[in-house]
T-cell receptor
């Protein structure tokens, strides 16, 4: 069974600072990778996803993530955060093939951006 | 925008009572997922359907939990004899899973959730 680890549980930044949130997973096979965001009072929304191809994926609102297969990582980045990026961020992994299909989420990172 | 809807949004019940939640997915989506989320944690997978077939069920899921998707459209999640530990947000998500061709995989779209409080 796969697992997902998000290293930073709480991150506090000032506006215009750069952001990198770590995500590592444990699964030896092919995976689909996702970052979801949950703004205060709203439901989970997809930020970006990786299925195959270019390991550098771009999502909404200026976010990007890089899949590094050798490191089992899918870190989320944004060069300059805004106050409106204050939210909870979740990394998720779907194992592809192998019979069992159980999507796994990390425990989330709470991001607070000060204006 | 007809996204995933869930009903009710909030449910307060007494320990030992049964509760039922409903999820209406995006209309053309063939997969439907149920998750549970507690404070400070990510969504925890409970079960999922492809059309009306329940394909996976978490081994952590108690026998008190049952889910159905009778016509491959909406789904219900029932919890029998609720316990205080069942208090959580119950999330539903739907997706269009492509059975052949690229890309292989699905993207889940989440509903607003049902917050259950068991007193």
């Amino acid at each position: 069974a796969q697992s997902v680890s998000q290293h930073n549980h709480h991150v506090i930044l000032s506006e215009a600072a750069s952001l990198e949130l770590g995500c590592n997973y444990s699964y030896g096979g092919t995976v689909n990778l996702f970052w979801y965001v949950q703004y205060p009072g709203q439901h989970l929304q997809l930020l970006l996803k990786y299925f195959s191809g270019d390991p550098l994926v771009k999502g909404i609102k200026g976010f990007e993530a890089e899949f590094i297969k050798s490191k089992f990582s899918f870190n989320l980045r944004k060069p300059s955060v805004q106050w409106s990026d204050t939210a909870e961020y979740f990394c998720a992994v779907n194992a592809v093939g192998g019979g069992s299909y159980i999507p796994t989420f990390g425990r989330g990172t709470s991001l607070i951006v000060h204006p | 925008d007809t996204g995933v809807s869930q009903d009710p949004r909030h449910k307060i019940t007494k320990r030992g009572q049964n509760v039922t939640f409903r999820c209406d997915p995006i209309s053309e989506h063939n997969r439907l997922y149920w998750y549970r989320q507690t404070l400070g944690q990510g969504p925890e997978f409970l079960t999922y359907f492809q059309n009306e077939a329940q394909l996976e069920k978490s081994r952590l899921l108690s026998d008190r939990f049952s889910a159905e998707r009778p016509k491959g459209s909406f789904s219900t999640l029932e919890i029998q004899r609720t316990e205080q530990g069942d208090s959580a947000m119950y999330l539903c998500a739907s997706s269009l899973f492509r059975l052949a061709g690229e890309p292989y995989g699905d993207t889940q779209y989440f509903g607003p959730g049902t917050r259950l409080t068991v007193l």
